[in-house]
Structure formats: structure tokens, C-alpha cells
């Protein structure tokens, strides 16, 4: 195993502790959600239509996922009746989703529990340390999007590999 410096090292295990935070982040909200007849997924996309419309591929990269996925997820939401797709005056390839009088509501009523679990996760944790969590996160997504440097030794593989998204 390489040796890391200690920022690389401490980097590593917030990586590990952000991918259990979001398995449990999911479950939770899936838990939560499903009291609305939502999952995570829907729920995530019906808050980032509140706005206003947008895209597939626009939802997909604010919250850093496949557009694909994003896509199914859109098609459910229309099924359901909570979202509606549009013509897109700027690519006619990609429907605007917005949200329907039925998919506000559904943000209206769970808005209160989101309220109550996030004051319940916030309590005892330092404000400082949020907002200091906060920069730092989206500094690393700032250099996420930029992708991986080059390969040591010219890997071709290693160095096909940019972005996430």
C-alpha cells in the first residue's frame, strides 16, 4: 500500500465516512420520504425543481449522478403526476421537468419532518464545524469536477478516467 501524506490520508478517511454518511443519509430519507409516498431519489428531484424547471441533465449534475438515472426517476415522477415535462425552447432534445400543483404539495407536507430531522441531526454539532464541513466539501466537488490527474507512467486506463458524471 502507498504511503499517504497526512492530508491524503485524512482525505481517504473522510471518503470512507462520506460513503457510509450518504448510505445512511439515503436510508434514512427513503424512510423518511416513504411516509409521503416518495423515496430519496423522488424526493431529491421534486427539491430541486421547487426552482423552477429544469432539465435531466441539469438535475443529474447538481447532484452529481447519471443522467439515465435521473431520467427513470423523472419518469416515475410524471406516472405519478408529481412532475411534467415540457418542450425546451434551448434544446429541443431535452424536455423541461417541472413540478405539478401535486408534486408542490408533496413538497409542502414533508417540509415540516425535513425541518424536524435536520434540527434533530444539527443539535450538538458546532455551527463553525458545519459551515467549515460545508467549504470544504464543496471545494473538493469544485476539484472532483476538474477530473483525475494523469496517470503515473501513462496509464491508459487510469488516465481515461475523468469526472463522475
Known amino acids: 500500500m502507498t504511503d499517504?501524506?497526512?492530508a491524503a490520508e485524512t482525505l481517504s478517511d473522510i471518503t470512507t465516512e462520506l460513503f457510509a454518511v450518504n448510505g445512511a443519509l439515503l436510508r434514512a430519507g427513503d424512510a423518511l420520504s416513504a411516509r409521503f409516498g416518495l423515496t430519496s431519489a423522488r424526493w431529491q428531484v421534486l427539491g430541486?425543481?421547487?426552482d423552477g424547471p429544469q432539465s435531466a441533465a441539469h438535475l443529474a449534475r447538481e447532484r452529481g449522478l447519471r443522467r439515465q438515472a435521473v431520467q427513470q426517476t423523472v419518469v416515475k415522477l410524471v406516472e405519478e403526476g408529481l412532475?411534467?415535462?415540457s418542450p425546451n425552447p434551448a434544446d429541443?432534445?431535452?424536455p423541461l421537468v417541472s413540478l405539478t400543483?401535486?408534486?408542490?404539495?408533496?413538497?409542502?407536507?414533508?417540509?415540516?419532518?425535513e425541518r424536524l430531522w435536520?434540527?434533530?441531526?444539527a443539535d450538538g454539532l458546532d455551527p463553525d464545524d458545519l459551515k467549515?464541513?460545508?467549504r470544504m466539501l464543496r471545494g473538493l466537488r469544485a476539484m472532483l469536477?476538474?477530473?483525475?490527474?494523469?496517470?503515473p507512467g501513462g496509464d491508459p486506463e487510469a488516465a481515461a478516467v475523468t469526472s463522475p458524471t
Do not use: C, N, Q, Y
Open 83 to 85: 412532475v411534467a415535462t
Open 132 to 134: 467549515a464541513t460545508l
Open 92 to 94: 429541443r432534445r431535452a
Open 4 to 6: 499517504f501524506s497526512p
Open 101 to 113: 400543483a401535486k408534486g408542490a404539495d408533496v413538497l409542502a407536507r414533508i417540509e415540516p419532518a
Open 145 to 151: 469536477a476538474e477530473g483525475l490527474p494523469p496517470a
Open 48 to 50: 430541486l425543481l421547487a
Open 118 to 121: 435536520m434540527e434533530h441531526l
